[in-house]
């Protein structure tokens, strides 16, 4: 096992400031839920950061909320590349020699893993997870084979849940529209 700080780099977010026409993309906390559902969000536009930490996202980059009850994890994907985390978000950039992204995502989101970043974050009303106990959160490391096995696994529940999300939608719309055929049937048949 391993703090994370040994196999990643963590950065904190940085201010957005909105700009008309701006030409960089912040991702905010508030987004961080509609990319978890699968969604493209309308990323905030501005002045690219001036400070040295801010890194555009890249791929196997992930996206941690330091606030809310929920620690939010995301496995960054095209629809925020280029982008900045704002405030109250962390990047977080794995070593690929070291650690799979998707397998360190798949354990930020374990329940256990979650209760112990809950337990740590501090402040009343929307508390916050200090960057330092993030990053000496221990990450066991198996194999780069194992990890890599698990991090599929991780990702084909994800892709199930998607799928059955899908197709539950589907299904309602379906059903809604049957019921209002069956409705105009009733209304606009002579022997109703």
Do not use: W
Request: proline content about 5%.
């Amino acid at each position: 096992m391993l703090e994370l700080r040994k196999i990643c780099s963590v950065l904190s977010g940085v201010a957005v400031q909105e700009v008309e026409g701006g030409v960089a993309k912040f991702v905010r906390l508030s987004d961080l839920s509609h990319l978890k559902a699968g969604g493209n969000p309308a990323l905030a536009c501005g002045e690219f950061p001036a400070v040295a930490r801010a890194l555009a996202i890249e791929e196997g980059d992930l996206i941690i909320g330091a606030r809310g009850g929920v620690t939010d994890v995301f496995l960054a994907s095209s629809a925020v590349f280029g982008a900045f985390v704002s405030l109250d978000l962390y990047l977080v950039r794995p070593d690929r020699s070291k650690v799979d992204p998707g397998y360190l995502a798949a354990f930020l989101d374990l329940p256990a893993t979650q209760a112990m970043l809950s337990g740590s974050k501090q402040g009343s009303g929307l508390a916050r997870l200090p960057k330092d106990a993030l990053e000496t959160l221990m990450i066991p490391l198996p194999s780069m084979h194992r990890q890599h096995l698990i991090a599929e696994l991780a990702r084909s529940f994800r892709d199930e849940a998607d799928l059955l999300q899908r197709l539950a939608s589907l299904n309602s719309v379906l059903g809604r529209e049957a019921l209002a055929r069956a409705f105009r049937a009733a209304t606009t048949s002579p022997n109703s």
